[in-house]
């Protein structure tokens, strides 16, 4: 037997000789043949679908069916709306110690782009070969970056060194 895309027989294509009809105002109309129930839909100009089709007998309901698949997608989006889901994730900004003042400014612009989301962010300055004498500079670089953030943002971790990379973690002020 052909169902529509919800599972759903409509009209002609319920085959059973008796159904338990519910009318368009949610009355209990009682078993009746399914040819009186599909003159009774059309005379309304609604639909006859068949919405338990396990039960003995079935049961319809005369219902517009365009209208019913319209509602279900609303209530379908309108729950994924609601549902929020506020995981805050860990963004990583990596670094140099060389790093020009522009190219500073577009990182700290992402940084803001993902706290204003709701992210937490990790700045990751590493160091290789001769570099790690200048450790001074990686700790000028997060100043730098503590202070033109402040409006938004904190430190959750203040700097630390730990192998080769000093790490820091801002956080919303909110």
Do not use: W
Request: charged share 35%.
């Amino acid at each position: 037997m052909s169902k529509d895309k919800k599972g759903l027989r409509i009209n002609e294509k319920i085959r059973v000789p008796q159904v338990r009809l519910v009318d368009e105002n949610n009355n209990q109309a009682g078993i009746v043949e399914r040819n009186e129930a599909l003159n009774r839909a059309r005379e309304t100009g609604l639909d006859l679908v068949e919405v338990a089709p396990t039960s003995n007998p079935p049961v319809c309901r005369i219902m517009d069916y365009g209208k019913f698949l319209y509602q279900q997608k609303r209530k379908l989006r309108d729950s994924h709306k609601k549902h929020k889901v506020h995981s805050t994730t860990l963004k990583e900004i990596r670094l140099r110690p060389e790093i020009e003042q522009h190219d500073l400014d577009i990182k700290i612009n992402h940084a803001r782009e993902f706290i204003e989301k709701g992210h937490k962010v990790q700045f990751t300055i590493m160091f290789r070969g001769r570099e790690i004498l200048h450790q001074e500079r990686g700790y000028e670089i997060f100043q730098s970056i503590k202070e033109s953030m402040e409006d938004i943002a904190k430190a959750e971790k203040s700097p630390r060194m730990s192998n080769r990379r000093i790490t820091m973690t801002i956080i919303s002020n909110k």
